[in-house]
């Protein structure tokens, strides 16, 4: 039977673009729709692109090109509608550590890597398999990099002057920062102040008007206007180029490729997870079914793209996301209209971003990680969850501590082992109801029922069963109409009961048994006649 699945595993077997099912039927109203969308999206990802970029320890343009040329790519090529690329908070924490440790050049290497790696993935069809990571994972690690994320603006929102460079990880960074602090620059601290409470109250009154634009505008004109001792973009990074460079990758020596590997492999980890989560929270708000795989390819081609031109790490970003779907967007030609409008932007008005203040820039981050932490469900979790909890607690920790990929990695395999037991439990069986001599057939019959998986978890319960039984009966029946998967590890504890059974002079039938676990056991040696399969447990006690 072709069922819904198998037609959505087809339709994402292959490489298939929502761009081109929608131009189809492309119409001047949603042109009109999209654009409205796309320049609206563009305003938000202006500052805070630059700002994401400056966080990570990078020049603002840099962040510029990946939200142009990612951005563009993501949304030419991708598997969701409404999807919007570019540079990512998530990313802060894991960026300004390779920058650290590998410099500019590394990170830009290190980013077509993990584009290649997420190209593979998603030919390979991986994207389907993102989606099972545990819930508690994603709100702990989310939570801990919006912390990171915190503390990695305080610098520029307090106007702290170090004696040498900030350092990455956050622990370090906390005491750099605090033996700094008298030298805190109270018009930084005024600024950064004015940034958060300017866009939360716009946020909250006035959502329509695109509120990090115009408190980018107004801190700008007021730190010029008063002559405000406070860095800004210009006076750090000097002037922003006005377009795009010409591609090219560093040169790099094999040794550091080699070196670069684990923190390509994190980047594409960590921009996976995010652009499907992206993607799920649009189907959520749009009605739209995205397709994971050629999401995931699409990923991959804009890292690789945007490493070529200098930019920083591309991921689909969940709030602009957002914002297209609140604005009116239709279809990926809104996305592309929003990297163009970006392009534009650079090109005509680069000089006027060196006004920006970064105190400004840090107060937008400083709330965009407030905004981050799911602060109800995380509450949720620690209170009625008691299993989840520790996942949550374990990922959260671990990711403050050591870093994302190790807060991930430990969270998913503690969240893999507790459902392993928790379905090992399921399985169970169900003891006897039926004595010597007490069936329609006078005869002595033993029915073992599992119910659940019967997997390699939960098989250790099956060998042990014709000790608990205590005595071999007459007829043995094996009733799995209640066992909707079984493995390899299921179908040998099996075969090593009925072998058991059949040695003790007990006649074995096997009732209710699908295709796939039937055929699983014949290649463990049970076949007919040694063994009899009927369809149904009460066909097993009558024939």
Known sequence: MDTGADRAARQDAAFRPRLAEALKSYRPATFRADAISGVTVAIVALPLSMAIAIGSGLSPDRGLIAAIVGGFLVSALGGSRYQIGGPAGAFIVLVAGIVERHG?????????????????????????????????????????????????????????????????????????????????????????????????????????????????????ALAAALSLPVETVASRFGELPHGLPVPHLPSVTLAQVVDLIPD??????????????????????SGDRHRPNTELTAQGVANVATALFGGTCVTGTIARTATNI?????????????????????????????????????????????????????AAILRHWRGEAAVLLATFGLTLAYGVVEGIAAGVVLGSLMFVHRMAGIA??????????????????????????????????????????????????????????????????????????????????????????????????????????????????TD
């Not at 929102?157 to 005491?175: D, F, M, Y």
């Not at 994190?266 to 649009?282: K, P, Y």
């Not at 680069?350 to 965009?368: K, R, T």
Request: proline share 7%.
């Open 326 to 378: 609140r604005a009116g967007g239709r279809t990926p030609v809104a996305g592309m209209l929003h990297a163009a409008v970006l392009l534009a932007a650079l090109m005509v008005a680069a000089p006027l971003a060196g006004y920006i203040p970064l105190a400004c820039l840090s107060g937008m981050l400083l709330f965009v990680s407030w905004n981050m932490i799911e602060r109800d469900a995380f």
């Open 264 to 285: 390509a492999f994190a980047i594409a980890l960590l921009g996976g997870i995010e652009s499907l989560l992206s993607a799920v929270v649009a189907d959520a708000m």
């Open 104 to 220: 500019v050049d590394g990170l830009v290497v290190a980013t077509a890597m993990a584009g290649a790696i997420m190209l593979a993935a998603g030919w390979l069809r991986l994207g389907t398999y993102i989606r099972y990571i545990p819930h508690p994972v994603t709100v702990g690690f989310t939570a801990a990099i919006a912390i990171i994320i915190a503390a990695s603006q305080l610098r520029d929102a307090l106007g702290l002057t170090l004696p040498g460079r900030e350092p990455a990880a956050l622990w370090p960074k906390i005491e750099t920062l605090w033996s700094a602090i008298a030298t805190i620059n109270p018009a930084s601290v005024a600024i950064a102040a004015g940034t958060i409470a300017g866009v939360a109250l716009m946020r909250r009154y006035v959502p329509r008007i695109p509120g990090l634009l115009v408190v980018t505008i107004v801190a700008s």
């Open 428 to 541: 169970s069986p169900t003891m006897p109801q039926t004595g010597p001599g007490e069936t329609a057939a006078g005869r002595d019959v033993f029915v073992y029922r599992p119910a659940g998986p019967l997997f390699f978890g939960s098989a250790s319960t099956v060998a042990a069963t014709m000790d608990r039984i205590g005595y071999h009966p007459q007829r043995l029946v094996i009733d799995l109409s209640a066992v909707p998967f079984l493995d390899s590890s299921g179908a040998v504890a099996l075969s090593v009961l009925a072998e058991d059974a059949m040695r003790g002079g007990s006649r074995v039938v096997v009732a209710g048994a699908q295709a796939a676990a039937r055929e699983a056991l014949e290649r463990e040696g049970l076949r007919e006649p040694g063994v009899t399969y009927v369809a149904t447990p009460g066909a097993a006690a």
